[in-house]
């Protein structure tokens, strides 16, 4: 499919990823303007601490095409780790979340936000001067940005504990994000200097909450992670909170920062409930 397109041609003689590869590569190709016609947009989806107190948003990026509607980033995140394009899309996606965020720290100093970085960005060499950059061009408070980063982007980058040593010397924070689906996950929180870590939202799903506080096997594997994490100095965000028993459990156990549908969607800036940040409180 790639040489396909940098060939110029338009027909595909093979396709790894076994999709409508004509589809796909429309898309890829529509990609490459999305950016420029303004059709890729950052949402915010609002995180809490125990007490129900707004802390942060994770950035997430949306593309509204055209034609397709809204296109997930599941689909689309790949195509630009693919081509490459996600160096740049990655870098525009920062540039916006810090400036948003250094808007919104004016009322509210406190607040953070999470950016997720691919492994394509943490290989291009200027990854650390890029961060460097935009973090002093915006003027965010020191210790408010997160890059989130997954263990299978671990896996595939040699140098990554130096990139990440030198983010933290920038004062950024770093989570390991969709923590427990990757291989190795507690060698590299040993290795690697994270601050945070996030709870993949599998884990939300097999939670099998017993009502009468036996402790499922889901149960206790949760309490054990976030045992380790404090254990460790690491706060802890469990993602994809959808029921009010979930919140529950989790906020029993500890866990200091919720995310989920339950507590708050992704939404376009506009909409973010700064309302509900009246405490200031810093959480990490
Ligand atoms: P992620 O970083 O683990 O982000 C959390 C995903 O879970 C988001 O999906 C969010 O909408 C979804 N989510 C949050 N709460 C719930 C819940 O309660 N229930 C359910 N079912 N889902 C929930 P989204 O926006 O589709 O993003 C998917 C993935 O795409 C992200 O997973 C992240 O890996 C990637 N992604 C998104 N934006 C960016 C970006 O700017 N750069 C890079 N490199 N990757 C991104
Ligand atoms: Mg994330
Ligand atoms: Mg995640
Ligand atoms: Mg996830």
Redesign the pocket.
Known sequence: MYQAKRSGQTVTLFDERGGDSVTELHLEADLYRALDRGELR??Y?PTFNAASRLVGA?????WLHPVQGVV???VF?PM??HSGL?VQ??RW?LRE?TRQLALWQRQYPHLTV?????AR?FRNNDLVQDVQAIVEESGIRPGTLVL?V?ESLLMDVPDAQDVLMRLRELEIELDL??FGTGYSSLSYLQRFPFTGL?I??SF?TNLDLHPDGRGSTGENIVRSVVALAHSLHLSVTA????TQAQAEFLRGIGCEVL?????G??VAPEAFPLELLSVNTPVR
């Open positions: 950052v949402t989806q994770e950035a997430l990026l949306s997930p980033p599941a995140i630009a780790e996600i899309i990655g996606v979340a999470s950016v997720n970085l691919s960005q989130e997954t994000d969709d996030k993949d939202r939300m993602e994809g909170v959808e995310q989920g549908y339950l507590l969607r992704p």
